[in-house]
Every structure is written in structure tokens, then in C-alpha cells.
């Protein structure tokens, strides 16, 4: 039990081991029948669902802030000149910007559209990092013109284009390949001698050299990221004592990319031995007065989520296939990467586990399956499903396949729900279209 939460266990299940994959202020609540239910900050899901409708991401604030304050002031008290950027490709939503704000998190962009949610937000554009390996003009003056506090150059093509727009000094920092081939799934890997991103060793001295020359190019360091959900942190060693080998700078932006527990196997590191590892190797291999940041994105923002579906059908043709409201219009990354979720019967969960489900989506494809041999109670029709850890790239990657609606999002904390993205309308998805509707003529 966490935070004085009721997580109980129950015969013939795993959920004593599920709590730890929900988010921290997951737990029970008693229906007026005596039985229980799923609660995400002490708001039960059946309210959720029919109050918000589903598909629908929950985020346990609470839980989320929390885990915010574990890098910031672990960092800070490991390497006092420090600073912990919020990796907002994961979550890129306006709540999700000012939280991140509020709690002391500078902000990673990585794009245009993305640049606009951090200000909207009120974001400080001092503390907000420009990334991308193929930015515009358009971007760049974006960036400039609000006056961020860094942009990270991936090429020299963007070094051609920043001394074209360059009228007042600007901080940069170089991404560097470090050379890591990191153990994870191969579209989540970022740091190998043939990723697409920043520049082997070699061209980094060149390009580095170049900044230094350039009157109105602050050259602040370098920057690598070895890629997303690592489980196995002697890699994140490897990438800072392969930096170093560049040279000595002011400041080393070492990424993100720590992994986050989606499935009852996996045993991801804490945050605290994430950070001891960095930092153990900054100490042998960095400059001691040198700024040292990280990047968390994923490891911030999963495990606070979860997406509720209402279940529509379930059909037995030799397997048991439940089908739900939602798909890979509002979960693309399972697709993407073959990551394994976990899933409850969210409205029922005192019962024990006794079928093993193809738990699927509504879209128009065979691989739009959440999870093969997802153990469940026998599902009804309207039954509340949660799928666990979606908090980090569910959103982002939502998209309108079939003509789907992209879901909307709401923070729960202290028994509490606000609506923060609301649910996509029909006149919305058709509003980009009216250029071809009859009417236009």
C-alpha cells in the first residue's frame, strides 16, 4: 500500500504486482454493492467514463509531479550545477507543459507545433531547448524570435541556415553520436555509429570549430541521447565516458531515455540508480565544474497514465477476442514497437483472472491487437477496460485512423477530475476538409 491508498491483492490474479505498474495514487474503492472498482487519484473509472467518455486518458497528477521532484532534486543534490529537461515529445500537452514548468523543469522541443504548446503554456522560453535533425527557416526563426534558451544543432546544413538568421547571440549545443548501440527495440534507438541523429566524432571537432569562429554562435557544449526505454543503465555510462572524448566544455546534455515497467517482467531502474550512474560517470570522465543535463520524457510520464475503453463485443472463435472503443488511433506506439501492456477489467476488479484475451482495438486492422493473452475475468459488453503505463507517447501519437476522434485527457487529483484536452469533435476533423466540401463552392 502507497500514500495510505487501498491496493489490495486478490486470489487468482496479479494484481498485488499491477499496483506497481499503475499509477502511484491508483488503488479500491467500494461500490455501493460491496464491490470494488479501479480509482485513479480517488476518482473511480466508471465516473471517468461516463463523465468524459472513452476512450480516455487518466493522469494521476499527483503521481506525476512527484516523480517530477525525483530528477530535478536528485540531480540537483548528485551535481549542484544541473539541469533536468522535460523531454515534451512524450506528452505534449498544455497541462503537461505548465506542470512540468511549475515543478521546475526546463522543456525539449522538438519542432514547431511543439514550441507553441511550451509558450502557450507560459513557459519561460530561457528554459526551453530547440531540437530536431531536419529544422526549417521557419522553425528556426520560430525559435529565435521567442528566444529560447538553446537549440541544439544536428548538422551542418542548420549551421549554413543559423548564420543566414542570426541577428543577437545565441546559446548552442552540437548533438554527438556517441556511438552506443542501445538494447532496446531498433525504432527506439538513437545513439549507434548509423543513427540519423547529430554527428560522428570526427565531424562534431569540425562543426564545433565553426560555432567557436561565429561572433553570434554561444557555443554551451554537446549533446547526445543513446534512445528511449533502456533498461540497462551501464549504457548511459558508456555514452558520457564516449563524449568525453571530445573535448572539455561548459556543459555535457547527456539525454533521456530511462525505461519504464510496462509489464510484470520487465524491472526497469529507479530513478535513483539512473542517476547514480550518470553522475558516477560524469565524476570520472566530465570536468567538475561543468553543467550537467539529462532529458527524461517516458520515465516521467508513463506510469501517471492509463487510457480507459469501454468493451463493445466479445466474440469466442476459438480465442476469446474483446474488442474495445479505442485502437491504434489512440495507441499507435504499441504498432510501433511490439511494447507488451499490461490491461484490467477496471470495473471489476475483485474478480479472478480467469481467461487469457486477444484484447483489441476497432480499427481496420489485424494489427490493431493491445495485448495477446491479456488475463482478464470473462468481459462484458460495457465493461470499463484500464490499459497501464500509457501516459508517454499515447497522446502524442494519436492520429485519426478510420475517421477515430483523438481522445481527451483529464488530470485527477484529491478525488478530483479537470478536463484539460478536450475530446475531438466530427466539425473539427471536417474543418481541415472544407476547402473540398460543397459548401466551399
Known amino acids: 500500500m502507497q500514500h495510505g491508498k487501498h491496493q489490495p491483492d486478490v486470489a487468482g490474479t496479479r494484481i498485488a504486482e499491477l499496483w506497481g505498474i499503475l499509477p502511484e495514487e491508483a488503488g479500491r474503492i467500494e461500490l455501493g454493492d460491496g464491490s470494488g472498482e479501479l480509482a485513479i487519484g480517488g476518482v473511480g473509472v466508471t465516473e471517468l467514463a461516463e463523465r468524459f467518455g472513452t476512450p480516455l486518458h487518466v493522469v494521476d497528477e499527483d503521481g506525476l509531479r512527484r516523480q517530477i521532484r525525483r530528477f530535478v532534486d536528485g540531480l540537483r543534490a548528485r551535481w549542484p550545477r544541473s539541469e533536468v529537461l522535460f523531454a515534451s515529445k512524450s506528452f505534449p500537452a498544455v497541462a503537461m507543459y505548465r506542470a512540468a514548468h511549475e515543478e521546475g523543469l526546463s522543456i525539449d522541443v522538438a519542432g514547431g507545433g511543439e514550441l507553441q504548446l511550451a509558450l502557450a503554456a507560459g513557459v519561460d522560453p530561457t528554459r526551453v531547448h530547440v531540437h530536431g535533425n531536419a529544422k526549417t527557416d521557419a522553425e528556426l526563426r520560430m525559435a529565435l524570435d521567442a528566444g529560447v ?13 543559423l548564420e543566414r538568421l542570426l541577428e543577437r547571440p545565441q546559446s548552442l549545443l552540437l548533438r554527438v553520436i556517441p556511438g552506443v548501440e542501445a538494447e532496446t527495440h531498433a525504432s527506439q534507438a538513437t545513439g549507434g555509429r548509423r543513427s540519423k541523429f547529430g554527428l560522428p566524432l570526427d565531424q562534431a571537432e569540425r562543426a564545433i570549430a565553426r560555432m567557436r569562429a561565429h561572433p553570434l554562435m554561444e557555443f554551451a557544449g554537446v549533446h547526445l541521447h543513446i534512445g528511449s526505454q533502456i533498461l540497462n543503465t551501464r549504457q548511459f555510462a558508456e555514452a558520457v565516458a564516449n563524449i568525453s572524448s571530445v573535448g572539455e566544455f561548459a556543459g555535457y546534455d547527456v539525454g533521456g531515455g530511462l525505461g519504464v515497467r510496462y509489464t510484470y517482467e520487465e524491472r526497469p531502474p529507479s530513478v535513483e540508480e539512473y542517476l547514480d550512474a550518470i553522475v558516477a560517470a560524469a565524476r570520472e570522465h566530465l570536468p567538475a565544474d561543468a553543467k550537467l543535463l539529462i532529458e527524461p520524457g517516458r520515465s516521467i510520464v508513463a506510469r501517471a497514465g492509463v487510457t480507459l475503453y469501454r468493451v463493445v463485443s466479445v466474440k469466442r472463435t476459438g480465442d476469446v477476442f474483446v474488442a474495445v ?55 462484458r459488453v460495457d465493461d470499463v477496460v484500464a490499459l497501464a503505463a500509457t501516459g508517454a507517447y499515447a497522446y502524442t501519437l494519436s492520429n485519426n485512423y478510420n475517421g477515430a476522434l483523438k481522445p481527451a485527457i483529464v488530470f485527477v487529483r484529491d478525488g478530483e477530475a479537470r478536463l484539460v484536452v478536450r ?17 466551399a463552392g
Open 149 to 161: 534558451g538553446a537549440i541544439i544543432v544536428d548538422n551542418e546544413d542548420e549551421l549554413d541556415r
Open 325 to 379: 472503443d479505442g485502437g491504434l488511433a489512440d495507441n499507435l506506439d504499441i504498432a510501433l514497437t511490439d511494447q507488451r501492456y499490461e490491461a484490467l477489467l477496471a470495473n471489476r476488479i475483485d474478480e479472478p483472472w480467469t481467461e487469457s484475451v486477444q484484447l483489441v482495438g476497432r480499427q481496420c486492422e489485424s494489427g490493431d491487437r493491445f495485448i495477446d493473452g491479456a488475463p482478464m475475468p470473462a468481459a
Open 423 to 439: 475530446r475531438e469533435s466530427y466539425a473539427e476533423l471536417l474543418a481541415t476538409h472544407a476547402p473540398a466540401l460543397p459548401s
